[in-house]
């Protein structure tokens, strides 16, 4: 029993120079994939959100839903497109997104963040003008490129007490309506919070030396290591898009750009609060 108390003694020593850290600053966290549909790892991310806002981080949660998307476009008879890893998204699926993503899924979240004990409130790009977008691709529909990110919204929410879950809708000058892509988002927000840390929850450990070996996981990459690794083939895929946002947040004064695995309980305590971390992390 002396044994277990020594581990916990030490986990919480191990914390507190990361506590102290990040106390009074805001992480922002980009939460999909498979935490988002596993009901156990769901409650989990929960939970860690509502722990690091209790003692003091301010917490920004930005979120997607693509497999919500998915079954309602597939309840309606309508066909899932992708074209180079981003949604296809004529006028009808906008509207789907805009009501699933803004709608079910945000509400969702923040119902389970109260259940867990945190106090919580539902925006979208669309409040308070909060994501300003224009037209991507023409061959994307309408799917939007940020042009500006408004923070003011989700200030005054952090100032309140409240842990801000955004859904990645934005809006265009004209009013429409765009699908934004909440990687994306989730980095620009980063930027525009002068927020030391964000953390994009993935389904795999982290940007792998070997695709096919989890036990080649490159703990630290620097942004001028980036080009180099896309030349050598070791990012590639999906991964692309992930370093990519990463990148662009760190450049925009982001201390620190985390790809974590969201397969792992309680990842995001495990990063920001211990010495080994959980993914990939990208710094300047």
């Given at each position: 029993?002396?044994?277990?108390?020594?581990?916990?003694?030490?986990?919480?020593?191990?914390?507190?120079?990361?506590?102290?850290?990040?106390?009074?600053?805001?992480?922002?966290?980009?939460?999909?994939?498979?935490?988002?549909?596993?009901?156990?790892?769901?409650?989990?991310?929960?939970?860690?959100?509502?722990?690091?806002?209790?003692?003091?981080?301010?917490?920004v949660l930005?979120?997607?839903?693509?497999?919500?998307?998915?079954?309602?476009?597939?309840?309606?008879?309508?066909?899932?497109?992708?074209?180079?890893?981003?949604?296809?998204?004529?006028?009808?699926?906008?509207?789907?997104?805009?009501?699933?993503?803004?709608?079910?899924?945000?509400?969702?979240?923040?119902?389970?963040?109260?259940?867990?004990?945190?106090?919580?409130?539902?925006?979208?790009?669309?409040?308070?003008?909060?994501?300003?977008?224009?037209?991507?691709?023409?061959?994307?529909?309408?799917?939007?490129?940020?042009?500006?990110?408004?923070?003011?919204?989700?200030?005054?929410?952090?100032?309140?007490?409240?842990?801000?879950?955004?859904?990645?809708?934005?809006?265009?000058?004209?009013?429409?309506?765009?699908?934004?892509?909440?990687?994306t988002a989730?980095?620009?927000?980063?930027?525009?919070?002068?927020?030391?840390?964000?953390?994009?929850?993935?389904?795999?450990?982290?940007?792998?030396?070997?695709?096919?070996?989890?036990?080649?996981?490159?703990?630290?990459?620097?942004?001028?290591?980036?080009?180099?690794?896309?030349?050598?083939?070791?990012?590639?895929?999906?991964?692309?898009?992930?370093?990519?946002?990463?990148?662009?947040?760190?450049?925009?004064?982001?201390?620190?750009?985390n790809i974590?695995?969201?397969?792992?309980?309680?990842?995001?305590?495990?990063?920001?609060?211990?010495?080994?971390?959980?993914?990939?992390?990208?710094?300047?």
């Amino acid at each position: 029993m002396r044994i277990d108390y020594d581990v916990r003694a030490n986990v919480m020593i191990e914390a507190l120079p990361y506590l102290q850290k990040y106390n009074n600053k805001v992480v922002v966290v980009k939460y999909g994939g498979n935490a988002m549909t596993n009901d156990k790892l769901k409650h989990a991310v929960m939970e860690d959100i509502v722990m690091l806002s209790t003692v003091g981080i301010k917490v920004v949660l930005v979120h997607g839903g693509g497999p919500e998307i998915n079954d309602m476009l597939k309840r309606i008879g309508k066909e899932s497109k992708f074209v180079n890893g981003l949604r296809y998204t004529d006028e009808e699926t906008v509207d789907i997104v805009q009501m699933v993503l803004a709608g079910k899924v945000n509400k969702d979240l923040v119902s389970m963040l109260e259940s867990h004990g945190g106090t919580a409130i539902g925006l979208c790009g669309l409040d308070g003008n909060l994501i300003e977008a224009e037209q991507l691709d023409p061959d994307l529909g309408y799917v939007g490129e940020i042009n500006a990110v408004n923070p003011k919204i989700i200030q005054n929410a952090l100032d309140n007490g409240y842990i801000p879950v955004i859904s990645t809708v934005g809006r265009g000058k004209d009013g429409t309506v765009y699908n934004i892509n909440a990687d994306t988002a989730a980095a620009r927000i980063a930027a525009e919070m002068g927020a030391p840390s964000l953390i994009l929850l993935t389904d795999i450990k982290g940007l792998l030396e070997d695709k096919d070996d989890e036990n080649t996981i490159i703990r630290t990459v620097g942004v001028s290591e980036v080009p180099f690794l896309k030349k050598q083939g070791i990012i590639t895929g999906g991964m692309i898009p992930k370093i990519d946002c990463c990148v662009e947040a760190v450049r925009r004064g982001v201390k620190q750009a985390n790809i974590i695995d969201g397969r792992i309980p309680h990842s995001i305590l495990i990063e920001l609060l211990t010495d080994i971390g959980a993914g990939t992390m990208i710094i300047a």
